[in-house]
């Protein structure tokens, strides 16, 4: 147990170390001159909900992200639609397009020369030139060694053809000399290659880099998603499509966009006379012909 000790030797203890304490302080400070201290100044920042603003009933509520309406009822019935894979894009799109026992940066290369011949052609299209490229050898030095009209003989028929030889082999000559002939692996980088457009650079970042960079946007996600009114204002231009898209929808679901809407469009959601009757939206899309 503890010893009890007197109130009044306890006053006297005190006593006798408050007259040491102040002893040893004026000795510890002699000599020293006294300077003036000022109180330094904190900023305290509040988190929402406290402070002055918070107190007086001034701050206003954070407004919650604009969505459109049923737009998670009209993805899943998209998937239900999209669930057996037979579109077009499914079986002859980008993705099916290089050689995938090639080396890395050989089958990145065959990405992008495929995301190149794609712009305004049809999978069936692309994918037959693509094989034809790949008989032949299809890497960046093949490639440069090809004169341009045998290039252009062997991409014929792909939309604007006679452009895409010319890009493709001035995209092939700054990947051999700027990037040892792998591919940027930036959409920033890839957007200033001859040819290569955002679609594709988004495209090739998912598909080759297996990175989510961004929504690419092709002429299918852009006329669906006016449809659907997945824009707070109509959009003019795929570009203008995919930043309004990225400004609400969960990232986790921009890498199914793409195929997911485009075989939409090409089996369904057609840009003319869509079959609107087949579709499970019909009953909350805005577009929808009802009949």
Not at 129 to 150: C, K
Not at 159 to 182: E, H, M, P, S
Not at 195 to 217: C, E, F, T, Y
Request: charge should be positive; charged fraction near 25%.
């Amino acid at each position: 147990m503890c010893a009890a000790v007197s109130t009044g030797g306890g006053r006297a203890v005190a006593r006798r170390l408050g007259r040491a304490a102040g002893v040893s302080q004026v000795h510890s400070t002699a000599g020293i001159p006294r300077r003036s201290r000022r109180r330094k100044s904190v900023a305290i920042a509040y988190e929402s909900g406290q402070g002055d603003g918070a107190e007086q009933g001034t701050s206003e509520p954070q407004r919650p992200c604009w969505e459109p309406r049923d737009w998670r009822q009209q993805l899943e019935r998209i998937r239900e639609m999209r669930r057996s894979r037979d579109a077009p894009v499914d079986e002859m799109g980008v993705q099916k397009c290089y050689d995938s026992s090639a080396p890395p940066q050989v089958m990145r290369y065959q990405v992008l020369l495929a995301l190149m011949l794609s712009s305004q052609t049809k999978d069936q299209v692309t994918s037959a030139a693509m094989l034809r490229l790949r008989e032949h050898g299809l890497t960046v030095d093949s490639i440069l060694q090809m004169d341009d009209a045998t290039l252009g003989q062997i991409i014929y028929p792909v939309g604007f053809w006679r452009n895409k030889v010319k890009y493709i082999k001035q995209t092939t000559a700054i990947l051999k000399q700027k990037y040892g002939g792998d591919i940027p692996r930036t959409v920033e980088e890839l957007v200033q290659l001859p040819g290569v457009g955002p679609k594709m650079a988004h495209l090739a970042m998912n598909i080759a880099w297996d990175s989510v960079s961004g929504i690419a946007v092709d002429t299918h996600v852009h006329r669906i998603t006016n449809r659907l009114k997945w824009v707070k204002k109509e959009t003019r231009y795929p570009e203008e499509t995919r930043v309004a898209l990225e400004d609400w929808l969960p990232r986790d679901l921009w890498r199914e966009i793409n195929w997911l809407f485009v075989g939409f469009g090409q089996q369904t959601c057609l840009p003319v006379n869509p079959r609107c009757n087949e579709c499970l939206n019909q009953d909350i899309c805005p577009a929808a012909k009802r009949r």
